[in-house]
């Protein structure tokens, strides 16, 4: 899914392709993308394009008049700019908004259908789809520190909740983890003064690093790769491959939808955390730490 890097890139290159451009039509290429009914697709014909955002994990069109597309990527769902009057691709091609210039295309790849646009009128309708969550990039340490201990959770549970942090998933919840020198399963309300203010540093890091290296990456073009995958990572989507600061292997924790992707030697102080599925199947010969896992 989409995390708020690449949202943010996402919303800086719609700014520089259409920003003041007006929209000639808004296609919908599947009916079940399209989540409200009023105002209709055709009332944003004619509108200027004023600009990109975000709220959360939602990425926002603003046309004149206060007539917003509001766009939830969700696994599988990516944004593509081609030329003007794009076909829509059959099955995958959920909507199209056209420009003179080109045709931003919303596109979900797979066969599930998750992902949802909503078309609202007015700032009142669309604060609606604001879940709380901080704004990690531009919040105080002391907001933060507020926020993550609200209530106690995991770390991995409470970077990922929309209503605690904003626009932070999977993928980028384990580099920040990894970065601090934490374990995923470290409980909230455990950590010292010194490790919130790490944890803090390092999500401010890593955000601000991924969005300017993605920027970078693009170099004006549209960003046509947009993955939570990246071989640049230091553990995310690296199971079994060596952690870049130690060496040791990258371990993996799946649970429900979700996975957490860790180093046992620089967050767990070697342990190595139960894999619910794996731990039943192997029982007493699950592994507790990395000596055990290397014989």
């Known amino acids: 899914m989409p995390e708020l890097p690449d949202l943010t890139v996402y919303a800086e290159r719609l700014d520089a392709f259409a ?11 599947n009916p079940f993308v399209l989540r409200t009914v009023a105002p209709a697709p055709e009332d944003f014909a004619g509108r200027a394009f004023v600009g990109a955002g975000r709220i959360g994990k939602r990425l926002t069109l603003e046309f004149e ?31 199209a908004f056209d420009f003179a210039q080109g045709s931003l295309l919303l596109i979900e790849h797979g066969s599930k259908r998750r992902a949802a646009l909503h078309l609202v009128a007015g700032c009142d309708a669309l604060r609606q789809f604001d879940r709380g969550g901080l704004e990690l990039m531009s919040a105080s340490l002391q907001a933060f520190s507020a926020a993550l201990t609200r209530t106690n959770h995991t770390l991995k549970r409470a970077l990922t909740d929309p209503e605690v942090f904003s626009a932070v998933g999977n993928a980028y919840s384990d580099e920040i983890l990894h970065r601090a020198r934490l374990s995923p399963f470290k409980q909230t309300r455990s950590l010292s003064s010194q490790e919130i203010a790490r944890l803090y540093e390092s999500a401010q890091d890593v955000l601000h690093e991924w969005t300017s290296r993605l920027s970078a990456e693009c170099k004006g073009r549209w960003p046509d790769k947009v993955t939570a995958f990246r071989p640049e990572m230091a553990v995310h989507g690296r199971y079994r491959m060596p952690c870049p600061d130690c060496g040791a292997p990258v371990q993996r924790i799946v649970y429900a939808d979700n996975q957490a992707n860790y180093c046992a030697r620089c967050q767990t102080e070697g342990r190595l955390l139960a894999d619910r599925a794996l731990s039943r199947l192997l029982k007493d010969n699950w592994p507790k730490n990395l000596d055990e896992l290397e014989l």
């Open 65 to 95: 008049g206060e007539r917003f597309a509001v766009i939830h990527l969700m696994i599988l769902g990516r944004l593509y700019w081609r030329k003007p009057g794009a076909v829509l691709p059959k099955g995958d091609g959920l909507a």
């Open 19 to 29: 920003q003041g451009r007006r929209l000639e039509r808004l296609r919908i290429g």
